[in-house]
C-alpha cells in the first residue's frame, strides 16, 4: 500500500512499469509522470530538464521576440545580457548580429515540417517543441525540451487556459508568444516586454482548406522570411487577442505585468513602454 504512494518506488521499478503505464489512457499516463515529476522522481530526462528551469530566473526581467516587420537588428544587439525568448524564423537574422535567444521554440507544426533541418541545426541555446513534435508531427529535435502542449479547440469565443507549472502543461493560444509567456512565468520571471509583435497580417489571396499560400513576404522583419508558395496558416488575430487578454490577467494575478515595447504595431492588450527607454 505505502509503495502505491511512494515515487521512489516507481523509480527503482521504473523499467518495469513505464511500459505498462504507457499502455493506459493518454490522460492517465501523462497525470501519473506530472505528479511523479512534481515529488522530484523523473521518469525521463526531458522531465528533468523541464524541472530545472523552475523559478531559474526568479527576479529578472525577459523579452519575448516577435517577428514582426518592426524588429530591428539593432533591438537584438541591445538584448545581448537579457533573457530573450525568440521562436520560428528568427535564425535569418544571425547572420546580422552576435546575439543569439536565450530559449527558442516553435509550435507550429507548418513551421516545423517545412524547415525541420535548418531549426534541428541550430544550436547555442535552449530550444523548446511541443511533445506532439515527436509523434504527430513526425519531427522529433535533437537536443531539445518538449512540454505537454494543449491545443486551442472548441473553446472560442472563450480563451484559453493559462499554466504557470509547465512541467504539467502549456496551453496553445494561437502564437507561440502565448507558450512563451507561460513558460517565462514558469522561470519566475514578472516582468514581460513584448518586441516585434505588430500584431497585423496581409492574407494573401490564394488558399488551400484552412492554410494560406504565400505570394511575398510583407508580414514579418526578413524579406526572404516566407517564400512564394510556402503554407501558413491563418493568424486568426481575434483569438491570439483573446490569448493575450487571458495573459494579461493571469500574470497580473500572480504579481506580474506584460509591457508592450514594439515599435509601433496595433496590440492595445498591454500597456505600452518605449523600447529606448528600457536600456
Known amino acids: 500500500m505505502l509503495n502505491s504512494i511512494n515515487p521512489t518506488f516507481y523509480y527503482k521499478k521504473r523499467n518495469r512499469i513505464v511500459p505498462v503505464l504507457k499502455s493506459l489512457p493518454l490522460r492517465a499516463w501523462v497525470s501519473f509522470r506530472?505528479?511523479?515529476?512534481?515529488?522530484g522522481v523523473y521518469l525521463s530526462e526531458n522531465e528533468k530538464l523541464l524541472a530545472s528551469l523552475r523559478?531559474?530566473?526568479?527576479?529578472?526581467?525577459?523579452?519575448?521576440?516577435?517577428?514582426?516587420?518592426?524588429?530591428?537588428?539593432?533591438?537584438?544587439?541591445?538584448?545581448?545580457?537579457?533573457?530573450?525568448?525568440a521562436a520560428n524564423?528568427?535564425?535569418?537574422?544571425?547572420?546580422?548580429?552576435?546575439?543569439?535567444?536565450?530559449y527558442y521554440a516553435v509550435t507550429d507544426d507548418l513551421v516545423a515540417k517545412q524547415n525541420y533541418h535548418r531549426i534541428n541545426a541550430l544550436s547555442g541555446f535552449t530550444k523548446f517543441f511541443p511533445s506532439q513534435a515527436k509523434t504527430l508531427w513526425g519531427t522529433p529535435f535533437d537536443d531539445a525540451i518538449y512540454f505537454r502542449y494543449i491545443y486551442y479547440v472548441n473553446r472560442y469565443p472563450k480563451p484559453p487556459g493559462f499554466e504557470v507549472d509547465s512541467l504539467n502543461k502549456v496551453y496553445a493560444g494561437r502564437t507561440v508568444l502565448y507558450a512563451f509567456i507561460q513558460l517565462a512565468c514558469y522561470m519566475g520571471i514578472r516582468e514581460i516586454y513584448l518586441i516585434g509583435v505588430d500584431f497585423s497580417f496581409s492574407e494573401p489571396s490564394l488558399k488551400q482548406g484552412r492554410m494560406l499560400i504565400s505570394d511575398g513576404e510583407s508580414n514579418h522583419f526578413h524579406p526572404n522570411y516566407r517564400k512564394s508558395g510556402e503554407k501558413w496558416?491563418?493568424?486568426?488575430?481575434?483569438?491570439?487577442?483573446?490569448?493575450?487578454?487571458?495573459?494579461?490577467?493571469?500574470?497580473?494575478?500572480?504579481?506580474?505585468?506584460?509591457?508592450?515595447?514594439?515599435?509601433?504595431?496595433?496590440l492595445k492588450v498591454f500597456p505600452r513602454v518605449d523600447f529606448n527607454q528600457l536600456f
Open 89 to 102: 524564423k528568427i535564425y535569418l537574422a544571425f547572420d546580422e548580429t552576435n546575439w543569439r535567444p536565450t
Open 55 to 85: 523559478n531559474k530566473h526568479s527576479g529578472r526581467r525577459c523579452f519575448i521576440i516577435g517577428n514582426g516587420p518592426s524588429l530591428r537588428i539593432a533591438d537584438l544587439n541591445r538584448l545581448t545580457d537579457e533573457i530573450t525568448f
Open 34 to 39: 506530472f505528479e511523479t515529476a512534481r515529488r
Open 233 to 266: 496558416v491563418e493568424p486568426k488575430l481575434d483569438r491570439q487577442k483573446l490569448a493575450f487578454k487571458k495573459a494579461r490577467a493571469s500574470v497580473e494575478h500572480i504579481g506580474g505585468c506584460i509591457f508592450n515595447a514594439t515599435r509601433g504595431g496595433k
